[in-house]
């Protein structure tokens, strides 16, 4: 059975793009609860995202996807997503996608930087996530 370990969250919706938000999943449940605002939705859709490269429905295109980069009064904000998961045959594998979103002139520009899939080394443990 697969299985979803943590995911890492920066620079999407309300999470800051500064700061590395860590989502750790527990077995056999995890609860994701919180009061309105607080991400729980964008947990969600990030899952989802990572898994299947849809961006969520009404985020124009990912333009309100990503941190909006006049909040931080910056010209452009870079979003990640890092999920770590066990395959069904036990392999660990991360998903990761990043993205960035820059105020031009007139107009915001999505970009998807990078979607690359990483199998962890079990010879050596190498790592590449938190």
């Known amino acids: 059975m697969s299985t979803v370990d943590k ?3 920066k620079g999407i919706r309300s999470f800051d793009p500064e ?4 989502i750790t999943f527990f077995k056999p449940l995890t609860l994701i609860v919180g009061s309105n605002g607080a ?3 964008t947990i969600i859709e990030c899952l989802k995202l990572s898994c299947t490269g849809e961006l969520p429905p009404n985020s124009r295109s990912g ?8 909040v931080a009064g910056e010209t452009e904000t870079k979003g990640q997503i890092k ?3 066990k395959t069904a045959a036990g392999k660990d594998v991360v998903c990761i996608r990043s993205f960035q979103l820059t105020q031009k002139a ?3 520009e999505f970009k998807a930087i990078e979607s690359v899939l990483q199998t962890i080394n079990p010879h050596t443990g190498e790592v590449p996530f938190p």
């Not at 333009?63 to 006049?70: A, G, I, L």
């Open 39 to 41: 991400g729980k939705t």
């Open 7 to 9: 995911m890492l969250i």
């Open 106 to 108: 007139s107009k915001m």
């Open 19 to 22: 700061n590395k938000n860590v």
């Open 63 to 70: 333009h309100t996807f990503v941190h909006d980069p006049k």
């Open 83 to 85: 999920l770590r998961f």
